[in-house]
């Protein structure tokens, strides 16, 4: 049972409500408001009798089990029951994702895979991998199952593993001329108004070839230095310098 209201507009324009005791019956499947009593016009109604009653049936029956009032109303109005389906968070990666409209990212990813057809939404799919290193960290596959149950991507219902793999490798056959870097450091240094003359590069899971090699050997000039360093040396940071912007 629940309250169920109800106005009527008298001819000088005003509204008057009113309020019933009605409960639902159902009537070739669907849902019917059935009053039971008329409590009378809302304005005149004894509010301090209906607490006292409300209270009275608390006390004997408690608080029930059955729909609140609020679901009861709602099936007077032909609404169907609401169940929750799905809860995921979304707070840090559209957070992330904020940040990554602002770097420009997904624009200059968006750019230099322009003319290619792609099932998925790539830059999404990319979006989603740095938001699982940002946020909690794991495998491909880990990240793929991540982004489809644990959290809510922006823009991404969900992805496997393979389309993980897969926009890795068209990212990196399309951006040969590192433009999606160029538009993150120009973004990030006008963003910060940086001035910069050294950027420095981790390097740990990097290594260099050399076309040809040295022709001086071992100890004789400056070639020496250049084997010996080849030979022996193990960089794991090295510096690239830039003129200011």
Known sequence: MYLRFSQRA????????????AHNRRVDGKAKPDVL???????????DGLLRLAASIRKHFGDGGGLTDSAEAGLAAGAAPMAVADARPIGTAWLLDALWTRLEIGTSIKRITDGRRFTTAVERVLFA?????AIAPMSKLGAAEWATEDVVIPGLAG???DQAYRAMDL???ADTQGQVQQAVFFAVANL???EVD?????TTSTYFEADSEDQDEPGEGEGADRAGFAATASP?????TCPRS
């Open 10 to 21: 008298n001819a000088d324009g005003t509204l008057v409500r009113y309020v019933a005791l």
């Open 37 to 47: 009593m008329n409590l009378g016009r809302v304005d005149r109604l004894d509010t």
């Open 129 to 133: 991998l740095v938001c699982n290193r």
């Open 159 to 161: 992805m496997d593993d």
């Open 171 to 173: 990212l990196v056959e």
């Open 192 to 194: 910060l108004n940086l």
């Open 198 to 202: 050294v950027l420095y590069f981790d």
């Open 236 to 240: 794991r940071t090295t510096a690239t």
